[in-house]
């Protein structure tokens, strides 16, 4: 089973918080530190459709900022 993931790789900034929040609901420390330490912020099935539509909006939310 294949499985997409994400991360950020850029300066911590806080407005990539809230949006990131609301669709992983990770505590904001943890946000952070994911951003800073380059981790992975979340991963989904590539089986789950309606949880990659999720994510995709999610990436261009933070693509906007």
């Known amino acids: ?8 790789i850029s300066p911590y900034n806080s407005k990539y918080v809230a949006p990131i929040r609301k669709h992983t609901n990770l505590g904001l420390t943890a ?3 994911k951003i800073v330490d380059e981790e992975l912020l ?3 099935g590539g089986n789950h459709v309606e949880e990659l539509e999720q994510l995709k909006e999610l990436i261009d939310q933070l ?3």
């Open 42 to 44: 979340a991963k989904v």
């Open 31 to 33: 946000i952070k530190n």
């Open 63 to 65: 693509i906007g900022l």
């Open 1 to 8: 089973m294949s499985t997409i993931a994400f991360k950020i």
